[in-house]
């Protein structure tokens, strides 16, 4: 029997803590050719999706590939990730959440040349939002 990932279940579980503590579930994927994002917001081979019930229709999650329809400017867009690709899942509102070592594929490396500007394969993993893991004190007086 071959090894499931636990990826995929960790995915969907951050996204119903999200739900229901009225949280705004955010994904953040590493852009390759099997990535169908806007790629007019892929930063450095990057980009961050709202993933919430509000910011999308029709949204899927399984054990291959999460997909939905979501608005970008306006313009309804069908977007498509490989689970494989998803480097985090996390709330907006505190940066709680799951985050995941991303692989650069081989085929990166030979990336078509309408996508070698928007990928790119880093040398370090991508860091966690600011907010992520780190205390906020306020003195209150």
Known sequence: MADVSTKPYFIR????WCSDCGFTPYLSVKVDEHTRV????VK??????????NATRNLTINNELIQFSARFNGVSREVSVPVER???IFARENGQGAFFTVEAPAALTAAP????????????????PASAGKTRLKIVK
């Open 13 to 16: 579980a951050i996204f119903e």
């Open 38 to 41: 806007p790629m007019e917001y």
């Open 44 to 53: 450095n081979g990057e980009i961050v999706l709202n993933v919430s019930l």
């Open 86 to 88: 998803v480097q985090g």
């Open 113 to 128: 040349a309408s996508m070698a500007g928007a990928v790119e394969a880093d040398s370090e993993p991508p860091k966690p």
